[in-house]
């Protein structure tokens, strides 16, 4: 059973264009994140959502918008790709505003 | 400088050797302590998590906080080819939920 799932594992995409990450857990857990891990391997949180209300938005240009359906999902849809914005995406949870959080597996980004 | 420094690595030793992983950071506001395990084209899975200073140990891990060197360590007995993964380290001031990571530390245990 995941605990954490995203999808697409892979997402290959040229500039300019939107794409979606969609996240879901089936932990229970009434907070979600997404994270944005770049090739140096810094893990640089993005967004935080507490039964689907946004409680930490990281500087993170508005072409990044997260939304969360219900307290078990969170996604992330991004406008106009750039070649920055090439990374890995990584989705957790927690329960309530913990230090404990759970990962999900990743969506490697790469954008031509 | 970051507020968070790892060494990269790579860290190799034998199988069954006893590993050192250390973090230093700059910021005394920091209380909350964290070590996760990244596999290779995994999410990061947390290990261990320790508040303030002193020790925490669970099997073979070991998490020791030392505030007024502002360092930390994750010592890993009898390490195994297994615990081969980058080791992140992450940190939180109190009251906030936004984490500082380190770099993370890739280690490989040779057989």
């Known amino acids: 059973d995941t605990a954490v799932s995203q999808t697409p594992k892979y997402l290959v995409t040229q500039m300019g264009n939107d794409k979606s990450i969609k996240c879901e857990q089936n932990l229970g857990h009434d907070t979600m994140y997404w994270y944005k891990q770049d090739s140096k391997k810094f893990l640089k949180i993005m967004f935080s959502?507490?039964?689907?209300?946004?409680?930490i938005n990281e500087t993170v240009p508005n072409r990044f918008s997260p939304k969360s359906p219900d307290k078990a999902h969170l996604n992330l849809h991004i406008n106009s790709l750039e070649l920055g914005d090439s990374a890995v995406y990584f989705c957790?949870?927690?329960?309530?505003?913990?230090?404990?959080?759970?990962f999900g597996p990743g969506t490697r980004l790469t954008v031509t | 400088q970051k507020e968070v420094e790892q060494d990269p690595g790579p860290l190799s030793v034998p199988e069954g050797a006893i590993v050192s992983l250390n973090c230093t950071y700059s910021n005394s506001a920091f209380q909350y302590f964290m070590w996760y395990r990244q596999y290779s084209r995994k999410g990061p899975e947390l290990l261990m998590y320790t508040y303030s200073s002193g020790n925490k140990e669970d099997g073979r891990f070991t998490a020791q906080v030392d505030k007024s060197s502002k360092y930390i360590s994750l010592f890993i007995r009898d390490s195994q080819p297994s615990d081969s993964a980058t080791y992140l380290c992450?940190?939180?001031?109190?009251?906030?939920?936004?984490?500082?990571f380190g770099r993370g530390t890739s280690l490989i245990v040779h057989p």
């Open positions: 957790a949870s927690s329960p309530g505003r913990s230090y404990e959080q759970y």
């Open positions: 992450a940190m939180w001031k109190g009251g906030s939920y936004i984490p500082t």
């Open positions: 959502y507490n039964n689907k209300e946004l409680i």
